[in-house]
Each structure stands twice: as structure tokens, then as C-alpha cells.
């Protein structure tokens, strides 16, 4: 593994020591949990309508300005206390399948939601107030719930099996 | 009653049935769990988004009789996803549960929290904009979804304790 010595120095930090040790862990654990609740709802209420399934009467360029700073905040929050968790245990976390395939997952939404931003996005006033939606933004929206929920997913599959 | 109730519950078929399940079924347990945090997902994205909007802090452009009405049931589907996928693991180990004092404490907070829930929906639905009529209501609106967002807080996080409950009371 790259970094080997990086992660086992990691671990050997007295806040990860302190975490692991402490009611810290499952204090950060609850955090996350909430953090990622609250992130995967406010994309799910995005998602829903890029796939044109809801809140039809408001444009989709407004639903999405006005709930994506709540997701930047929630992961935010998920990112800081995943890393505190993380490097209680980091070489093991980091040759762990599922923990690798949640990064994978986390990797794949956020170019899937770039791609969306840059490409889609750019014409959304052609279909802002339509009663559909174009193709690839309900590919994006599709997209988006399965990575995310495979992320939930493969998060509560390494409390398993670590 | 809460004895007899677990008694009744630990003797019974449906614990024989969960144990089996979840012991059987391969990676049924994380995928329960999973499907348990996707519905607190759209609780967030329902009851809880409402309550941002009563307090000024959400959706601006968005108008909150609507959301109710549009956000509301998906609270209810929610809520009764997680009923069967929490029960399952409260059926396998009634004890676990039972006895567990952060399960008491998740619930003290989750029974309010979907009263209060349900006082929003059924008010709004009976008259519509019931919320928005005086400034008396908006003012009820907002300590309604202060309280709310407070206890659908504490739900999740009692209800991640909940598994490390014995380590709590170990360190007492």
C-alpha cells in the first residue's frame, strides 16, 4: 500500500489515540450518520427533480441553488468526522474493499455531479420551467441516487466487517 | 408489561424467523441498516426540511403549504420503512432493546417528534396555508419547528448509541 508509513503515523497521533479510545468514536460516528442523512436527502430532493418526478412547479435551476449549499455543508461535516474515525485505524481502513469502494462510489458522484454542472447545467434555462426533463439530466439524477445509495451502503458494510 | 411483552416476544416464531434472516440471508444486516438511514435520509428531506422553512433557513423561493402537502407523505412512507427494517433487529433481540436505556431515550424524542409531525400535516391539510394565516400561527410554526428539528436531532443520534450502549454504562 502507497503511504504505508504515512497511515501507521496516522494512527500513532494522540488525537487518533484519543478517539479510538474514547466515547469520541461513537460521538463522531452519530455526526456522521446525521451529516449523511441530512446530505443524502437534500441531493435525493435534487435528484427527484432532475428526474423530473417532483416539485415540477419550481424551476430546477432554483431547486438545486437553493438546496446545494446544504449538501456541501452536510458533507462537510461527514468528510471531518469520517477522517476522525478514519485514523483511529487508517492502514487498516485504507487496504479495506469496502472502505476502498466507498471512496470509488464517492469519487464517481462527485464527477458524475461536475459533468452534470458542466455540461448539463449550462443549458438548464432550455428546460428550466418545462414540464420534462432532458435526458441527461435524468441520467444525472439516476445516477446520483445509486451512487449515493451505494455509498450509505458500503459505509454501514465496513462497520461489519472491520 | 415490558417484561412479559419481551418474554413474549423472545419465546415467539417471528424472533426464530428474524434470527434466521439475519443470520441467512447474505449481508442482510448492513443492508437493512442501509435502507434504516435512507429513510432518516427522506425524514430529512420531508418533516425536517419543512421545519427549516418554518424558520427562515431553507428553500427560500419554495412555498411551505406546498411542501407539506407534496413533502409530508413521503415522512409517513418513511417512517414505516424504518418501523419494519428497526423491528426486525428489535424482534431478533428483544432484550438488546428492550432493557437498552438509549432506546428509551430515542423514543421519548421520536413519539413527539412524529406527533408534532403529524400535527403540521393534518393542520395544513385540513385548511390549506393554516400555517401562513396570522402572525400568531407563523409564530406556533416556528417553536413547532425549533422543538422538531431538536428531537428529530436527538433520534439519530440516540439511535446510533443505541449499539454502543453497553460501552456507555460501562464507563459510568
Known amino acids: 500500500m502507497p503511504f504505508a508509513e504515512f497511515w501507521t503515523w496516522l494512527e500513532g497521533l494522540p488525537l487518533a489515540e484519543h478517539i479510538g479510545f474514547t466515547w469520541w468514536f461513537p460521538f463522531l460516528e452519530s455526526i456522521h450518520v446525521l451529516a449523511i442523512a441530512f446530505l443524502v436527502g437534500s441531493i435525493l430532493m435534487v435528484d427527484l427533480r432532475l428526474l423530473g418526478l417532483a416539485a415540477l412547479s419550481y424551476a430546477a435551476s432554483r431547486v438545486t441553488r437553493e438546496l446545494i449549499p446544504w449538501t456541501w455543508g452536510a458533507f462537510s461535516v461527514a468528510v471531518v468526522t469520517g477522517?476522525?474515525?478514519f485514523m483511529t485505524?487508517?492502514?487498516?481502513y485504507i487496504e479495506h474493499p469496502p472502505f476502498q469502494v466507498k471512496l470509488v462510489l464517492l469519487l464517481l458522484a462527485g464527477v458524475n455531479m461536475a459533468l452534470f454542472q458542466f455540461r448539463t447545467?449550462?443549458?438548464?434555462?432550455?428546460w428550466d420551467n418545462a414540464a420534462g426533463t432532458p435526458v441527461a439530466a435524468r441520467v444525472a439524477g439516476a445516477t446520483s441516487l445509486l451512487l449515493w445509495a451505494g455509498v450509505v451502503l458500503a459505509g454501514r458494510w465496513i462497520g461489519h466487517t472491520i | 408489561?415490558?417484561?412479559?411483552?419481551a418474554r413474549a416476544l423472545t419465546e415467539s416464531q417471528a424472533r426464530e424467523a428474524a434470527v434466521y434472516l439475519l443470520g441467512n440471508v447474505p449481508g442482510l444486516p448492513p443492508i437493512a441498516q442501509s435502507l434504516h438511514i435512507l429513510g432518516i435520509a427522506v425524514v430529512m428531506a420531508s418533516i425536517v426540511m419543512v421545519d427549516l422553512k418554518f424558520l427562515g433557513l431553507a428553500v427560500p423561493s419554495q412555498n411551505v403549504s406546498e411542501m407539506i402537502h407534496r413533502l409530508m407523505p413521503w415522512t409517513w412512507w418513511a417512517l414505516l420503512l424504518n418501523a419494519v427494517t428497526g423491528l426486525l433487529f428489535v424482534v431478533a433481540r428483544p432484550n438488546r432493546y428492550f432493557f437498552n436505556p438509549v432506546v428509551g431515550w430515542k423514543f421519548s424524542m421520536l413519539v413527539p417528534a412524529v406527533a408534532l409531525a403529524f400535527v403540521v400535516h393534518r393542520l395544513s391539510t385540513r385548511e390549506a396555508g393554516y400555517w401562513e394565516r396570522s402572525s400568531g400561527r407563523r409564530l406556533s410554526a416556528r417553536?413547532?419547528?425549533?422543538?422538531s428539528l431538536v428531537l428529530?436531532?436527538?433520534v439519530v443520534l440516540a439511535g446510533r448509541w443505541i449499539a454502543y450502549s453497553d460501552y456507555l454504562f460501562f464507563y459510568e
Open chain 1, 83 to 85: 477522517a476522525g474515525m
Open chain 1, 121 to 126: 447545467f449550462r443549458d438548464i434555462e432550455a
Open chain 1, 89 to 92: 485505524r487508517a492502514a487498516t
Open chain 2, 1 to 5: 408489561m415490558r417484561e412479559s411483552l
Open chain 2, 143 to 147: 417553536v413547532i419547528a425549533a422543538v
Open chain 2, 152 to 154: 428529530w436531532i436527538g
